[in-house]
């Protein structure tokens, strides 16, 4: 199993930017697929970005499509989320989740999560 440690959160104004990072241990993390899910309060967990296990495929919500930018170098273990133009609805805690199954299965078909970072957009 891969574990997972994200980091990158915080506060920003609306219109700015800020890129999350996790960092992955275990020697399965090049071969899985990675995605970054978000949850506001009381509201259920949403899908954001995926990217295949070679980076050489990626898929995003509709809400963040443009906006949001996910990568990975598999030499250091780690994947991000390059996020721009942030709303304030935007505002949730970020995972990131490990996917022996592939990018485009549903959350309940990731392996391995993180503990979250929060991201706070003001108006």
């Known amino acids: 199993q891969v574990q997972l440690v994200e980091s990158g959160g915080g506060l920003v104004q609306g219109g700015g930017s800020l890129r999350l990072s996790c960092a992955a241990s275990?020697?399965?993390?090049?071969?899985?697929?990675m995605g970054w899910f978000r949850q506001a309060p009381g509201k259920e967990r949403q899908f954001v970005a995926a990217?295949?296990?070679?980076?050489?495929?990626?898929t995003y919500a509709d809400s963040v499509k443009g906006r949001f930018t996910i990568s990975r170098d598999n030499a250091k273990n780690t994947v991000y989320l390059q996020m721009n133009s942030l709303k304030p609805e935007d505002t949730a805690v970020y995972y990131c989740?490990?996917?022996?199954?592939?990018?485009?299965?549903?959350?309940?078909?990731?392996?391995?999560w993180g503990q979250g970072t929060q991201v706070t957009v003001s108006a």
């Open positions: 989740a490990a996917s022996s199954k592939g990018a485009r299965v549903p959350a309940s078909l990731y392996d391995s």
């Open positions: 275990g020697r399965t993390f090049s071969g899985s697929a």
């Open positions: 990217i295949s296990s070679s980076g050489g495929s990626t």
